[in-house]
């Protein structure tokens, strides 16, 4: 009889700290979606998570910190930045999943905590932060297409992240016209209008 070699040990993907983690995540959308973020504490989230409020402390330190990570990860998540190989579809698909994002609660709830200015200068700089980095995520996709020669070198990439998404920002939390199926598509068209300089 030949002797075997012993089974590799088979370790569980992520562990405690990784469901710890998107447990507090998950409260913190959830209360930032109910109560709104002025009344988001995290008291309030660690007793929805279901941990200790010490380990929320430990891991994030401060309210906004723990705020600004929970943004990231949810329109991470929600809004993902496409790669299909052209800038229209590449606008049309990520104007696509930002309306998506922006009819559920979650996306909502963030969309209206990152328009509102406040007199925290801590919240005011993970509002910045947040929107920084959607703007280099994002980029990713006029910078594609500058390198391959579908938009012009001198495209101004916040100007045309701003002017696709805008529209849709707008009516999602105004609320005062609905978000037409082919709206991606017809900003996406418009976009490219304006950046190619046409007619």
């Known amino acids: 009889m030949t002797e075997q070699e012993p089974e590799p040990i088979r370790r569980r993907p992520g562990g405690r700290a990784a469901r710890v983690r998107q447990a507090v995540l998950t409260a913190a959308m959830e209360v930032l979606a109910e109560e ?10 660690a ?11 430990r891991r994030w330190g401060t309210r906004e910190k723990l705020v600004l990570d929970a943004m990231l990860a949810g329109s991470d998540e929600g809004i993902p930045v496409p790669d299909t190989g052209a800038v229209r579809t590449d606008l049309a698909a990520f104007a696509r999943a930002l309306a998506d ?22 919240l005011a700089e993970a509002w910045q932060t947040f929107w920084q980095s959607r703007l280099d995520q994002a980029g990713a996709i006029v910078n594609r297409a500058v390198e391959r020669g579908e938009l012009p ?7 045309a992240l701003e002017l696709l998404c805008s529209p849709i920002q707008t009516r999602a939390l105004l609320g005062h016209r609905p978000i037409e199926p082919d709206l991606p598509e017809r900003l996406a068209d418009l976009v490219l209008d304006g950046l190619e300089g046409k007619d």
């Open 101 to 122: 994002y922006l009819a559920t609660p979650t996306g909502r709830a963030v969309a209206r905590a990152a328009a509102l200015s406040s007199d925290d200068p801590g």
């Open 153 to 159: 070198p001198e495209t101004e990439t916040a100007l």
């Open 36 to 45: 709104g973020v002025a009344r988001l504490s995290i008291a309030a989230v």
């Open 47 to 57: 007793a929805r998570a279901g941990v200790n409020e010490t380990t929320v402390y």
